[in-house]
């Protein structure tokens, strides 16, 4: 399945942007998937992974700010962000996800990302 992610942008602290991520196969709905993301000098980390019933969970740097969906019919994903900090500056990536929010890996390659900066 290859995926494309959209939507990041340049936003100042406190604001919104929701990102998108498109598959290319109707298998898609088959697959737990997540959102992650990649800030400079950093290791990647998963940010919100969602089930393929759509049960979610969140690390806790973004819990209370962060939204993940997905639309299995339209084989896609959202992630809605909101009240950004700087600290949410980063990479951000969708791929297929299997563990945990600690111990994760993904089935997919990785695809060019959607580059989220906050200023402050």
């Known amino acids: 399945v290859q995926l494309v992610e959209s939507g990041g942008g340049l936003v100042q602290a406190g604001g919104s942007l929701r990102l998108s991520c498109a598959a290319s196969?109707?298998?898609?709905?088959?697959?737990?998937m997540g959102w992650f993301r990649q800030a400079p000098g950093k290791q990647r980390e998963l940010v919100a992974p969602?089930?393929?019933?759509?049960?979610?969970n969140y690390v806790d740097s973004v819990k209370g700010r962060v939204n993940i969906s997905r639309d299995n019919a339209e084989n896609t994903m959202f992630l809605q962000m909101n009240s950004l900090k700087p600290t949410d500056t980063a990479l951000y990536y969708c791929?297929?996800?299997?563990?945990?929010?600690?111990?994760?890996?993904?089935?997919?390659?990785w695809g060019q990302g959607t580059q989220v900066t906050v200023s402050s």
């Open positions: 791929n297929t996800h299997r563990g945990s929010l600690n111990r994760w890996g993904v089935l997919g390659t």
């Open positions: 196969e109707s298998t898609y709905s088959q697959y737990a």
């Open positions: 969602i089930t393929t019933g759509g049960n979610t």
